[in-house]
């Protein structure tokens, strides 16, 4: 694909997404538009960092540079 390939990819993905969300209602569409974990689906906000990251598990598999 080409530059001007991606670009128009991209603009239509966002123009969907702004199509999708004009659909709902005021509350919906501020509650749609906040961002989540993808993980858990928290409000971004009320997580501390990566709630999916395992410390104990990357230290085990020595990914401290060990």
Do not use: I
């Amino acid at each position: 694909m080409t530059d001007r390939d991606y670009l128009w990819c991209a603009v239509n993905l966002m123009l969907d997404r702004e199509e999708e969300l004009s659909r709902l209602c005021p509350a919906c569409r501020a509650e749609a538009e906040e961002g989540r974990c993808p993980v858990c689906g928290a409000a971004a906000a009320d997580t501390a960092g990566n709630p999916a990251f395992d410390m104990d598990r990357f230290r085990t598999l020595g990914g401290e540079g060990t």
